[in-house]
């Protein structure tokens, strides 16, 4: 009975007066508004307003992975202050703006409550914690020292999502340049560009090839325009469809991504700081080795990485060391494969992979900047090739204007 009532329970936001007069406000959870009241009286408040909490246009949002990790840095610091696990999740859910996080927590709450433990109550939720959360929660209870793993985990996820947002921001810009001048080249082909043809065909002289050319482009993307369109949504449903659905073509795309210029070397040091925190994380917690590469290998993000590790895996189980089995992969420098050969023979495998992923952190950040600073230029010359390059094929025939004449 007490799990269906903590299920029931829903955010509500309040305004009131204390017993001393003052206006204050805040939220509570409730299975009513009556409820609500209830509470607020006991405290000695006045409630003026209740309302369910809602967000703008009734969307319900979603759970990003930035949120999991602010989640697991507030249940860890509530845990170290010696707030009760319950408690913490209700202060969390009641204080989080956005509806599907507060679901999220209040679900996990009710199962907690009802004497499920953390582990299995999160293990529910494979969309929001993977194997490698699940796992270092399990860890942590059985240790009695959860809240030093969760710091952990909230270590480990601002780490990997600050990567993840360093490379989104130094996409970001060249993505958009790149999406408005191909917004403002086909305004010209569609609208300003015939303009220019009706004006010219009063010249009486025969127009220069390059304009004659992007004239004829202009006609067709008028004519076919539609088809071009319809070909390029398609295109991109099916690769996205296709990616999700095919092993095989997220395997090739993973690894020609490894192969591109400026971007592939990125995308391997950033697998490579993922695997070395991952493993870190995993063997800092007590976890056995051949399990945490199961975990290291989901995290890593890419594909070729991921069948690495669990050839790395099958490797140690039969009794090989992780430095000959990382040596066979063929995908870890000679440099990383040394550190974590230091680290087997030291007993402190998790301390050199610690400093693995932070010198390949540093590394991708440097690799960053230095993406941003060259593509800012190369998308400039692309812009001004697109947007200049039909500027002046429609001016050409003006500079003939005068010899007609």
Known sequence: MA???????TPF???GTDTRGNRV???????????????????????QKIRKQSTLFGKK????????????????????????????????GVGHDNPAVQKLVLDIKADVEGGTSLADAISKHPLYFDDLFVNLVEAGEQAGALETLLDKIATYKEKTEAIKKKIKKALFYPAAVLAVAIIVTLILLLFVIPQFESLFQGFGADLPGFTRMVIDLSKFVQEKGWMLLILTVAGVAAFIYTKKRSRSFRHFMDRMALKMPIVGPILTKAAIARYARTLSTMFSAGVPLVEALHSVAGATGNIVY??????????VSTGQRLQRAMENTGLFPNMVVQMIAVGEESGSLDDMSS?????????VDNAV???????????????GVLVGGLVIAMYLPIFKLGAVV
């Open 3 to 9: 799990e269906t009532a903590a299920l029931k329970q």
């Open 13 to 15: 936001t309040w305004e």
């Open 25 to 47: 406000k805040g939220k509570s959870l409730a299975a009513s508004e009556a409820a609500v009241r209830t509470e607020l009286r006991r405290q000695g408040v006045v409630p």
């Open 61 to 92: 949002g979603k759970v990003k992975p930035a949120d999991i990790a602010i989640f697991s840095r507030q249940l860890s610091t509530m845990l170290s202050a010696g707030i009760p696990l319950v408690q913490a999740f209700e202060i969390i």
């Open 306 to 315: 991921e069948q690495g590790v669990l050839r790395m895996r099958d490797e």
């Open 355 to 363: 400093k693995v992923a932070d010198f390949y952190e540093e590394d």
């Open 369 to 383: 900047d230095s993406m941003s600073s060259l593509l800012e230029p190369l998308i400039m010359a692309i812009l």
